[in-house]
């Protein structure tokens, strides 16, 4: 979780002294979908999920057309982590459907979150807009942004329900825009393979074994390598959501040993519902309320072959 939120989030884009106020909220968005492509930077950010709190020196540099990253946790047990040549023309799926529409379209992102600039704060020092995100519907969650004035680059991310409540939150408390030239290759880097994922055919969906019968509008399934039976990954330019398909497991006295529930983990919730019949069970996972997750899981089906 923490890793989507410091490598794909950071949202930023190099601008000549953009004046943010005269911009709508759907222009800032675009700009920061651009994120950590065009920006060197060293960080210490915050990631709160629930009670808990961890710290991270976060560097990022672009190199030759690379990007170079490192993430390095500052308290308890986690795992340092480098990843280095991400191709910077790399194209993500949610950064693109955002971009596919603008405010006015009856169709695409912008019909299903308001996307509004709220006003002026601070955030490590540096003075930020900020943008709220709020969803059309009951099948999304909002979030609420803060922008840096001068770079664009993504200061703080709330992630909050449908009653204002926060669930995540990831903020800088301190940023360096000024690493020099001799800097820009992390040493010790390790080489991470990323895979693009592209927009796929809805109707794509009817060829596999299983499908949900059910998915909240706006939602796109997105095309992936690997095992198409067995996973299918859907976004609607902000939230994700994954759906798990597995064989259904028995106890010695042939009972189900799946028992349908959900959990919740800061924004991120899974829910599980056993399918007997077809001796399979599903696992719906993302950043989406509890009745989405639920409401996918309950709605598979299996072709009849």
């Given amino acids: 979780m923490i890793v989507r939120l410091a490598f794909t989030a950071l949202a930023a884009i190099l601008v000549s002294a953009p004046v943010f106020s005269l911009e709508s909220g759907s222009e800032l968005l675009n700009k920061m979908t651009h994120s950590h492509r065009e920006l060197n930077y060293r960080a210490i950010v915050t990631y709160q999920l629930g009670e808990q709190l961890s710290s991270y020196r976060i560097t990022h540099t672009v190199h030759d057309g690379k990007e170079f990253e490192?993430?390095?946790?500052?308290?308890?047990?986690?795992?340092?982590?480098?990843?280095?040549?991400?191709?910077?023309?790399?194209?993500?799926?949610?950064?693109?459907?955002?971009?596919?529409?603008?405010?006015?379209?009856?169709?695409?992102?912008?019909r299903y979150y308001d996307v509004d600039v709220e006003g002026e704060g601070r955030v490590a020092g540096r003075d930020a807009v900020i943008l709220s995100i709020k969803p059309r519907d009951v099948y999304r969650l909002g979030y609420k942004l803060s922008l840096d004035s001068e770079t664009g680059l993504l200061l703080r991310s709330d992630i909050v329900n449908q009653q204002g409540k926060v669930l995540e939150r990831f903020q800088y408390v301190m940023l360096d825009l000024n690493i020099p030239d001799n800097e820009l290759i992390v040493d010790g880097a390790i080489e991470v393979q990323h895979k693009d994922v592209a927009v796929n055919d809805p109707a794509a969906m009817h060829i596999r074994v299983w499908r949900p019968d059910w998915i909240p509008a706006g939602f796109t399934p997105?095309?992936?390598?690997?095992?198409?039976n067995a996973a299918m990954t859907y976004t609607d330019g902000l939230a994700v959501m994954s759906v798990f398909v597995e064989p259904l497991l028995t106890t010695d006295s042939g009972a189900v040993a799946v028992t349908e529930g959900g959990m919740r983990r800061g924004a991120s919730v899974s829910y599980t519902v056993a399918f007997p019949e077809s001796g399979m069970f599903a696992t719906v996972v993302g950043e989406v309320p509890m009745l989405t997750a639920k409401q996918v899981a309950k709605s598979l089906s299996w072709d009849q072959r």
Avoid: M, T
């Fill in 70 to 110: 490192a993430l390095e946790s500052l308290d308890g047990n986690h795992q340092d982590l480098v990843h280095h040549g991400h191709d910077v023309n790399c194209v993500h799926p949610g950064p693109q459907l955002i971009r596919l529409f603008n405010a006015d379209d009856e169709q695409g992102f912008y």
């Fill in 222 to 228: 997105l095309k992936e390598a690997g095992d198409g």
